[in-house]
């Protein structure tokens, strides 16, 4: 089963997109005995090659997490804020952020009339509240912040922030693990990506040094199975999902086809994604060089970009063992 203590190292790390370096050098830590050679591109992605030989697959995971960007501070020590990546109104009031020197700030909304009451806050009417700080701690503007909050567990269900994508970082140093000392067909790529919240940037300059023959976005997707759910493509606990679009990527079908395909062999469970809002890393991939065959390994989540993501371990497990399933035979052709 996944490793939970890695996952809580992972997710409770400080890494908004951009300033991803913490995080990396977790990860580095945790890869440097399993990849044949690793080095970090100028657009801070962590590369890590197992094998040589067969086809190139690049497997990207990102490694930054939504965050804030403060542009304002008044002399009491309320900060205003621009959003990194997608943040939502309704999942901010009362949240904690933690800034690069590990302050923390709450986020607090405006007074009268309160917006939060009426359900028509914007971004614009939230505040970071960092009076407590003393003037030698004095918040700059250009400071960056992250949610924080620690991870719990209940079952085999884990809640935390940052599984997006923390926990696709999880899969694909899982898998690593398990490869070591195997004979590869191929020779993988494993990219821990920067940037993707904020525009996928981090695996189009990636996979542009790279230049692999195909490649595999691992991240999470959202599920519909709450109550009063209107559809459901994807539900927690019901396997990996095998990626068929999203609102960037349309993936082939003879990479969609190879994943169910290895699925099946091997009897993992798995389950079609279609998501209708967001893209992964592999929609930058794809239209890289001259085109890359591109598909996503998608965990199942629910509350994405809150600061309780939930993932199921059976899921993250049926992932990683479909992606051995995939990166480790001859490929055929995609
Ligand atoms: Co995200
Ligand atoms: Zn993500």
């Known amino acids: 089963m996944p490793d939970k203590a890695l996952i809580r190292t992972l997710v409770e ?28 591109d100028a657009g801070g992605n962590l590369i890590c090659r197992m094998g040589s030989g067969g086809k190139k697959i690049m497997i990207a995971a990102h490694m930054d997490e939504i965050g804030f960007i403060i ?82 567990v209940q079952g085999s269900r884990v809640i935390a922030k940052s599984l997006d994508d923390r926990i696709g970082c999880v899969v694909a140093i899982e898998a690593m693990r398990r490869l070591k000392g195997v004979a590869l067909s191929n020779t993988l790529y494993f990219v821990f990506t920067t940037q993707e919240e904020v525009g996928i940037r981090g695996a189009r300059v990636s996979a542009f040094g790279i230049a692999p023959d195909m490649a595999i976005a691992l991240d999470v997707t959202p599920t519909d199975d709450i109550p009063k759910a209107r559809n459901a493509s994807v539900k927690i606990g019901k396997g990996a999902a095998i990626k068929a679009m999203d609102a960037g990527h349309i993936v082939p079908p003879a990479v969609r086809d190879l994943m169910i395909k290895r699925a099946e062999s091997a009897g993992i469970p798995y389950q079609i994604d279609v998501m209708t809002i ?57």
């Open 71 to 152: 542009h304002h501070i008044d002399p009491q020590g309320f900060a205003r804020f621009s959003m990194i990546g997608g943040l939502f109104s309704s999942t901010l009031n009362g949240g904690r952020v933690k800034l690069e020197n590990g302050m923390i700030g709450v986020i607090g909304l405006d007074g009268e009339p309160n917006p939060y009451r009426t359900g028509t806050a914007t971004l614009g009417d939230f505040f970071l509240d960092f009076t407590g700080a003393g003037a030698s701690e004095r918040v700059q503007v250009g400071d960056v912040g992250a949610m924080w909050r620690s991870m719990d």
């Open 278 to 334: 967001g893209t992964t890393d592999a929609a930058a991939i794809q239209m890289t060089g001259s085109g890359i065959p591109s598909g996503a390994i998608s965990i199942p989540s629910r509350y994405v970009h809150t600061t309780s993501e939930m993932v199921d371990l059976d899921d993250v497990e049926a992932c990683v063992k479909l992606l051995i399933e995939v990166v480790e035979k001859p490929l055929e052709a995609v």
């Open 13 to 40: 790390a400080w890494g908004p997109s951009g300033y991803e370096y913490q995080v990396r050098a977790l990860i580095q830590k945790e890869v440097q005995n399993l990849a044949d050679e690793i080095r970090t």
